[in-house]
C-alpha cells in the first residue's frame, strides 16, 4: 500500500488568520480525571476554583462519539473550555458559546474540559462553585486494524501525504503534511493535519464525508475533482484528496 499520496490542488483563499480561544485567567492549573461508573455513560463533578486557578478534567473518548458538558455554576464569569487531545487551541470556548456543549469528537484520546474565571474576576479573587455534568455516548469508530490496512511503521497511521491548506494564523496557503487513520473502507477515518505553529487539525469524516473537526469553527465541505475541500470557519481550508481518506 502507498504510504505517501500527493494532494493535487489549486485554490487560493486569501482570508484573515483564524485565533486560537484560551481561558483568560489561569495561571495555576491542577489535573483530574473524569471516571465513569460501571454501566454509566456521565458523571457528575462538583468543585470550586479561585482567583487564577483552574481545573483540567481529563476525559477519555473515541471518535465518532459525542461529549457532553453542562456547567452549573454561582459565578456568572466562570466558563469552562474543551481542548482536543494534545492540543492548546480549544474546540469549544465557555465565554464566547455558553455553558452547555454537545461536540462529535474527531480523534481517538484524552480531550480536557478546562474550568477557569475569566481574567477581570480572577484579578479580583473571585471564588466560583459548580457543577459539571460530563458525558460521553455514542458507537466509536475503531481504527482498521494492520492486517486489514497496513500501518506507517511506529505510528498509528496508515497512510501521509501533502495536501494544500489554509492554517490558522496565515494569509496565504501553502502546504501542509497530513496523516490519516482510516476506521472503514468506506472513506470514514480521520485526517490530522499539521501545519505551522505546532498545528494538528483532526478532521473526521464519515461515508467519505467530514462531519466534524477540532476545531471551534463550523465545519462546511465542498467537491472539487477528486477532493473534499473542507472550510472551518472563513479563515482556514484544508483540500483532502479522496486517496488518503479512501486508499487504493
Known amino acids: 500500500m502507498t504510504h505517501r499520496i500527493a494532494a493535487t490542488s489549486l485554490l487560493l483563499l486569501a482570508v484573515n488568520a483564524a485565533l486560537p480561544s484560551h481561558a483568560a485567567g489561569i495561571s495555576a492549573i491542577r489535573s483530574e480525571t473524569v471516571r465513569f461508573a460501571k ?3 456521565t458523571a457528575q463533578i462538583r468543585g470550586s476554583i479561585k482567583g487564577d486557578a483552574g481545573v483540567d478534567y481529563r476525559v477519555d473518548a473515541r471518535a465518532g462519539q459525542m461529549l457532553t458538558v453542562a456547567m452549573k455554576t454561582s459565578n456568572e464569569s466562570a466558563y469552562f473550555n474543551i481542548n482536543p487531545p ?4 480549544s474546540m469549544f470556548v465557555g465565554s464566547t ?11 481517538d484520546g484524552t480531550y480536557v474540559v478546562r474550568v477557569y474565571l475569566m481574567r477581570n474576576a480572577s484579578r479580583r479573587n473571585e471564588m466560583a462553585s459548580y457543577t459539571l455534568t460530563v458525558g460521553v455516548t455514542g458507537r466509536a ?7 486489514q490496512d497496513a500501518l506507517i511503521p511506529g505510528t498509528k497511521f496508515h497512510a501521509s501525504g501533502e495536501v494544500r491548506c489554509l492554517p490558522p494564523f496565515e494569509t496565504k496557503a501553502q502546504r501542509c503534511d497530513a496523516f490519516v487513520i482510516r476506521r472503514g473502507v468506506d472513506g470514514t477515518a480521520t485526517v490530522e493535519v499539521r501545519g505551522p505553529n505546532a498545528l494538528r487539525r483532526r478532521i473526521l469524516f464519515v461515508a467519505g464525508v467530514p462531519v466534524a473537526s477540532d476545531a471551534t469553527e463550523p465545519l462546511t465541505h465542498a467537491r472539487e ?8 470557519g472563513t479563515d ?8 488518503l481518506v479512501q486508499g487504493g
Request: charged residues 15%; negative net charge; without cysteine.
Open 225 to 232: 475533482g477528486d477532493r473534499t475541500v473542507v472550510n472551518l
Open 97 to 107: 458559546t455558553g455553558t452547555d456543549a454537545t461536540v462529535m469528537l474527531p480523534t
Open 236 to 243: 482556514e481550508r484544508y483540500e483532502i484528496p479522496d486517496p
Open 141 to 147: 469508530l475503531p481504527p482498521l486494524p494492520a492486517a
Open 86 to 89: 494534545g492540543s492548546q487551541m
Open 39 to 41: 454501566g454509566a455513560t
